[in-house]
């Protein structure tokens, strides 16, 4: 499901922490300068490579919301994950449109 900054922070009040995983999917180097406050690093190439299993929740239908820098790279990433069988995962696009604090 695709959503935008608003409605995903919106989400993520609702969940309540630790009801939901916040997936930065950019590069190493790209989180380093600065991501959303909760957000884990999950590098979307490691995503395509069926990698991540440590950091990606066992329940299946545990929300799953991620972001990259643009919103590009979201979208292999949630195919990816719904192939995994996660059914509740959230294409929140890209930080560049997050108006909200980061953690730097």
Known sequence: MIIDATVGRQLMQDLGEGNFLLLDIRHPYEYETGHIPGAVLLD????LAGKGEEILPKEKDFPIIIYCRSGVRTKSSAKNLAERGYTKVYDM???LDWPFKVTR
């Open 44 to 47: 979307n190439d490691d995503i």
């Open 93 to 95: 696009g890209g930080i």
